[in-house]
């Protein structure tokens, strides 16, 4: 089986144009996912500033319960307070011995 120099050249053509279209639609599809992972990076980086914000919030309403029982202490008998102040320390120390665990882990592991 022999072939002319047609052929030859057809062959080689063909062969130069499958590798340059799969160079093609992969380019276009390293295109697409680069953006798809830009898109999910603002996201996580969206939730990260919507959690810091809430905990902020939660933090602020904390401490404006405290103010206000520390308030009503003067007014009612201290033991109507106690109990919620405690429970207010309590939780408030769990969730910065929580939080400053994970971010030793993060640091530490990331």
Excluded: W
Aim: charged fraction near 35%.
């Amino acid at each position: 089986m022999e072939f002319g120099i047609d052929e030859l050249i057809g062959i080689a053509g063909g062969i130069f144009g499958f590798i340059g279209g799969t160079s093609i639609v992969a380019g276009l599809l390293l295109r697409r996912f680069d953006r798809l992972e830009k898109k999910l990076d603002r996201r996580e980086q969206d939730r990260v500033t919507e959690s810091v914000i809430r905990d902020e919030l939660i933090a602020a309403c904390g401490s404006l319960g405290e103010a206000n029982a520390k308030g009503l202490q003067a007014v009612t008998t201290p033991d109507a307070c106690r109990a919620e102040l405690e429970r207010l320390q309590s939780k408030r120390a769990e969730y910065d011995e929580f939080m400053r665990k994970k971010s030793a882990e993060y640091l530490h592991y990331n």
